[in-house]
């Protein structure tokens, strides 16, 4: 069942952020500054990865979407797409054991019909495996764009009716119950590491009233620390959609 849109609906106030959503950037600068090629960057990023799924964990946070690789990261030079694939099936094929014991569920959003038979098979054992863990629900965005979800979310619903045809105005449930995260609470935190601010094609219709946090920090040196900077951040913000800060601080609001 598609959860309701916090457009539509208040989520309740949390501390802690139950989702958080990372544009991880910034290895390729962190290589740079070592005088290493590219890829020694994404190795270590993807060792992040790991601190910050831990990290993630220790601090009860529930739902963890990455961004691996976007639909415009294709325009990269061809050795390195190819490196960031063979990183991402290594990953594949050495941590998801290890993820499965500490109870986290890894789910792939993306077009995959564009990678790798090899990984696609990966991904749905990977899939298969974890599907009934509920310590932690890590999400990789991989071959993913906000638009390519939107699309395809919009066809998916067209489709699920008899003959496509539709009878009726579409509303903001029907979208979101074919989107990608469509079935889990819309982020509360996004954190960008790398310096840029902007949102290159990751969740457009989710982030509508997330929270944004972006840090300087490169994603290979992003810890624990760091994300609990992000949590300080986080817990400061007052989140309003729409009301006046004084109806927010109605107790139970
Ligand atoms: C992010 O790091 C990883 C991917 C996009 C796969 P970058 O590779 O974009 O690092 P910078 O931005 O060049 O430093
Ligand atoms: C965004 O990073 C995508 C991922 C982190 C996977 P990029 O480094 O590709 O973003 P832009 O193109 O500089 O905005
Ligand atoms: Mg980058």
Redesign the pocket.
Known sequence: MARLSSTQQIPPRRDMPRHVAV???GNGRWARQRFLPRIAGHQRGSEAVRVFVEAAMQRGIAQVTL????S??WRRPADEVSLLMSLFVHMLEKEVDRLHEVGVQLRVIGDRTALSASLQELIEAAEQKTRGNLRLTLTL?VNYGGRWDLLQAVNACIDSFPDRRIGRELTEGDIMAHLSLGDIPEPDLFIRT?G?Q?I?N?LLWQLAYTELYFTATLWPDFDGEALDRAIESYQTRERRFGRTSEQCSVPGS
């Open positions: 544009i991880m950037d961004f691996a690789f976007s415009e990261n965005a790398g840029e902007r290159s990751f």
